[in-house]
């Protein structure tokens, strides 16, 4: 994942986000005032215009200047009060058209004052650096056509300096702090995304499992139904009780498969909300009876499981092994019917657990009869074993064998301190 940038805040108030324009929309090409954003430019306005009054009256020497001068010095003044409507979509062009009023106009000091905050909330540093340093000299030269006799020139030049740098540093402030609220939302919107994308992901592998453990159980279902029913077909001297017994187990198995696909689609159906609960998954003492439904079904099937205490296995190592079991019995079926399917599963803790499961290669071409299969069986066995931490091979022995074997750890006992 990328490393999170700090947000630029763009220069024109029409690409401001809503977060930065309070709560203004976008109409078009134009920003939509709120409510809120109307409280503010009323109050702007008046606090301009009666500021500007008040200085306007209190000005030493208004008696001493032209009336001309006066008139103009009103006008301005009012017509840049009336400007601050607009200093959202425009604060640079405001603020160069009434820089010059810096020099003479006293009506428009709070109107002037306002329109450099605007820029430099709306601005980068570089721009309010631009119109702050252009707009010093304007105000050193009103203190020098207008002076105040309470006060010495440097004086009026040092706060005319503080002035417009508090003017910046506030601006900026207010500018970082919607910089900081517009990458925390960012950063809160990336972060849900990702959670959602996660969550799908996770819903995309518990898909995937659950179709694979779909193929492995029903592959094996399906495939002692289609060997029981081979078998009646071709042997025409079976008893009664052979075909009944042979019968129950076709419907059993069709009724068992029945019901796993009925459940695996409920699951695959079922809302994410009832995650934590699963379908019961096999373990290694199933091995046993997966083997005597083999032989029920009329495979001959040899070998079992050597191992004391099958509880010790680790339950997801043990469900591994159960599924080599099952996936080496299942192709045997498809592939070699009616040859010896030998099954070894042994091992112990700290050695590893050892699945081994042969059958004599088949001779000649399979019969057109023979259960179809989509050839993923094995790969995703191997990729299951993988994950589990073990290794698969499968393939022609030199003896004339098919051999599918697997390896899984299995962690040995945790011995105390101190002990050999």
């Known amino acids: 994942m990328a490393p999170a940038r700090t947000p630029v805040i763009p220069d024109h108030p029409r690409l401001l986000p809503s977060a930065l324009l309070g709560d203004a929309g976008l109409r078009g090409d134009h920003p939509r005032r709120s409510a809120r954003d109307w409280v503010i430019d009323v109050i702007a306005f008046l606090v301009a215009l009666g500021g500007g009054i008040a200085i306007f009256v209190s000005t030493p020497d208004r008696e001493s200047q032209s009336p001309a001068l006066l008139i103009a010095d009103l006008v301005l003044g009012v017509a840049l009060c009336l400007a601050l409507w607009w200093r959202r979509r425009w604060p640079v062009h405001l603020a160069v058209v009434s820089i010059p009023?810096?020099?003479f106009s006293a009506m428009a000091q709070i109107a002037l004052a306002i329109v450099f905050f605007t820029v430099a909330v709306h601005r980068r540093a570089l721009i309010v650096a631009i119109i702050g340093g252009i707009s010093f000299p304007m105000a050193a030269l009103y203190s020098v056509v207008r002076p105040d006799p309470s006060l010495p020139l440097v004086g009026a030049l040092l706060l005319q300096l503080l002035f417009v740098a508090v003017l910046a540093g506030w601006g900026m402030?207010?500018?970082?702090?919607?910089?900081?609220?517009?990458?925390?939302?960012?950063?809160?919107e990336r972060a849900e995304a990702e959670q959602h994308l996660r969550i799908e992901q996770a819903r995309h592998l518990e898909r995937t499992r659950i179709a694979r453990e779909m193929h492995d159980v029903l592959a094996h279902r399906i495939?002692?139904?289609?060997l029981h029913a081979g078998a009646l077909e071709f042997r025409s001297d079976a008893t009664?009780?052979?075909?009944?017994?042979?019968?129950?187990?076709?419907?059993?198995?069709?009724?068992?498969?029945?019901?796993?696909?009925r459940e695996i689609l409920g699951v695959l159906r079922a809302e994410v909300a009832d995650a934590d609960v699963e379908l019961p998954q096999p373990t290694l003492a199933d091995v046993a009876r997966l083997l005597e439904e083999s032989r029920e079904a009329g495979m001959k099937v040899s070998g079992g499981v050597a191992i004391d205490d099958e509880a010790t296995v680790p339950a997801s190592i043990g469900r591994t092994a159960y599924r080599v079991v099952q996936e080496g019995l299942t192709n045997a079926g498809k592939h070699a019917p009616g040859a010896t399917v030998t099954v070894s599963v042994s091992g112990a803790p700290g050695a590893g657990l050892s699945v081994d499961v042969r059958n004599p290669w088949p001779v000649g071409v399979a019969a057109a009869s023979a259960i179809p299969g989509a050839g993923h069986g094995l790969t995703g066995l191997a990729e299951r074993t993988a994950i589990a931490g073990g290794r698969l091979y499968y393939g022609r022995t030199p003896e004339g064998d098919f051999r599918?074997?697997?390896?899984?750890?299995?962690?040995?006992p945790t011995r105390e301190p101190g002990t050999a």
Do not use: C, F, N, Y
């Open 101 to 103: 009023l810096m020099a």
């Open 173 to 188: 402030l207010v500018r970082a702090r919607r910089q900081l609220v517009v990458s925390l939302r960012e950063r809160a």
């Open 223 to 226: 495939s002692l139904v289609s």
């Open 240 to 261: 009664p009780e052979e075909v009944a017994r042979s019968a129950a187990v076709i419907r059993e198995s069709a009724h068992q498969a029945l019901q796993d696909l």
């Open 404 to 412: 599918l074997t697997a390896w899984l750890p299995w962690p040995g």
